[in-house]
């Protein structure tokens, strides 16, 4: 048991006076595959090392009381009278899952929850589907339902879509949910079918928080995916057999053109190429390519930063400083961009010193210290047994 999930399990019995139910969800990684999983594209996340945990016990007026350990603070709801009312703030992703929860009929007894979180926030690790993915866990607990991974990845998501009201995809409470320790997924978005793919021994993934904080529920996240709508919708319209980007060609886009404005075009042709080099990737990975993955990694950050114009400056330093480095093999901005953090994939023996001077030369660059982190996959949600280890 981590130093978190035993703080929350005593601290929650002291503050309710109860022993909880404990539940611990981890945060996410994408390696490749950005900003395809909202027109059922191809995304290939790892689950990572930080985690939320959620410890519950039961009380009896019908309340549902949240207490945040990261930000010292109680909520209460009425469970039976609960609406759709975000307040901005932590406590929608852990009411919203409460309420997305009802909307498919499951709802809870009263209850106490306490959360806390190890998972940078702002970062584009994912923090709340984190917290989305413990929350459920818990309170499907005190429900008494038992869900798979995949519809509880879909509650969590629509939470996060239609209460907190951030339109993001599938991916992150895919992977938080569903993700394996020593694996990457290749998830496809539509079919919600999956892959586990090894990472091969000899490299380690390491994340370089730029330390520019992202908001997917505010601004440009948003824009890019109307962006990118506007454009599938005249793909739908005028080529036969096309549902999703996912179904097109770079060669259909092309035919469309002058029907969409540049800003589209340039949006879907980052979707169209990714969903090609996620492809690419997982061939690279299986057939254990490193070079190659990496190659693909770069061509990734290009078409994120060109045609996606969803990097920004400080993000694009840390990158190119990341490529000069011996032992990487390919580094990009990961996540819903716009700051945030790069993944790079990088030798194991030159861990260390790529660490070092990546955080040396940035610092030097730009005047921000960058934290790095060296992560391997995880896994997904766990429900943790009384006396310590996963139930
Ligand atoms: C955010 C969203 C995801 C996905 C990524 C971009 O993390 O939550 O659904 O769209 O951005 O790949």
Redesign the pocket.
């Known amino acids: 048991m981590t130093a978190v999930e035993t703080r929350v399990r005593l601290s929650h019995a002291e503050r309710f006076g109860a022993e909880g139910k404990t539940y611990s969800a981890p945060a996410r990684v994408?390696l490749i595959?950005?900003?395809?999983?909202?027109t059922g594209g191809l995304?290939m996340p790892m689950a990572i090392g930080f985690r939320t945990v959620a410890s519950i016990s039961p009380r009896g007026d019908g309340q549902a009381v949240f207490y945040s350990a990261n930000y010292k603070e109680f909520r209460k709801f009425d469970i039976a009278s609960l609406g759709k009312a975000p307040a901005g703030g932590w406590v929608d992703y852990a009411a919203g899952v409460l309420w997305s929860l009802k909307q498919d009929g499951i709802s809870p007894g009263g209850f106490d929850m306490s959360i806390e979180g190890d998972v940078p926030l702002g970062a584009?690790l994912?923090s709340?589907?984190s917290v989305e993915v413990a929350v459920a866990m818990a309170i499907l607990s005190r429900a008494g339902v038992n869900l798979p991974l995949e519809k509880v990845a879909t509650l969590c998501?629509r939470a996060?879509n239609e209460y907190v009201g951030?339109k993001?995809?599938?991916?992150?409470q895919f992977i938080v949910a569903g993700g394996v320790e020593h694996r990457a997924m290749m998830l496809d978005c539509r079919s919600l079918n999956f892959d586990l793919l090894p990472l091969p021994a000899e490299v380690r993934v390491v994340i370089a928080n730029s330390m520019v904080k992202h908001a997917?529920a505010t601004g440009e996240?948003g824009n890019r995916r109307d962006e990118v709508e506007a454009g599938q919708a005249v793909l739908r319209r005028e080529r036969p057999g096309v549902e999703l980007l996912r179904d097109a060609a770079v060669a259909d886009l092309e035919a469309c053109r002058d029907k969409m404005s540049a800003e589209s075009f340039a949006r879907c042709r980052h979707i169209i190429t990714e969903n090609a080099r996620v492809l690419a990737a997982r061939e690279a990975l299986l057939s254990g390519d490193m070079e190659q993955f990496g190659d693909l990694m770069i061509a990734a950050h290009a078409s994120m930063r060109d045609d996606f114009a969803a990097s920004c400056a400080e993000v694009d330093v840390l990158v190119e400083i990341a490529n000069r480095q011996q032992g990487c093999f390919g580094a990009r901005i990961t996540?819903?961009?716009f700051g945030g953090c790069t993944v790079n994939v990088v030798k194991t023996e030159s861990v260390e010193k790529f660490v070092e001077q990546v955080k040396h030369e940035y610092e030097h660059a730009v005047g921000i210290k960058a934290d790095c982190f060296v992560s391997s996959p995880s896994d997904g949600a766990l429900a943790l047994a009384a006396k310590g280890g996963a139930a």
């Open positions: 994408n595959g950005e900003h395809t999983d909202y995304v584009g994912s709340s589907a998501r996060e951030a993001s995809g599938i991916m992150d997917v996240y996540g819903g961009g």
